[in-house]
């Protein structure tokens, strides 16, 4: 492992996400979904009355939040997910996404000392039509 704890972090295994150049080991909260997108211009009703959808393909998404981050972490895990093009590797997913929203939670700020929590998406860019997930 190259990896060196900081102050205070206990290493405790589970999932870790790499987020462009930042590598998320202290998760909270870790939500995969894989969402089927249908060619809506191609879909029609049968003379039965059936809905038939014609499949692009399949999306994915994750919903993750941190646990408690240092402000230095905070501030480097934002600085990635402003980015248009995110590059992401985690257990059930590689490739490129984007960040849906980046909210910033002050968890804690008190003599003990500061830290943040951020809930956020990210979205893959691109379908794939390989089953992926499911």
Known sequence: MDYTLKDNEKLNGGYTV???DFTLRNI???SPLWSNEYDSENSFVDYLGNQ???L???RFSLEISTGRLT???YRSLV???KSDT???ECPDFTGDCYCENIPGNLDQANFIGVYYKIPFKLVAKELTTD???L
């Open 56 to 58: 692009k393909g399949r």
């Open 52 to 54: 038939q959808k014609i």
């Open 131 to 133: 089953g992926g997930g």
């Open 79 to 81: 600085e990635v997910l």
């Open 71 to 73: 402000p230095e972490d």
């Open 28 to 30: 909270g909260k870790y």
């Open 18 to 20: 790499k987020i462009g």
């Open 86 to 88: 995110i590059a992401v």
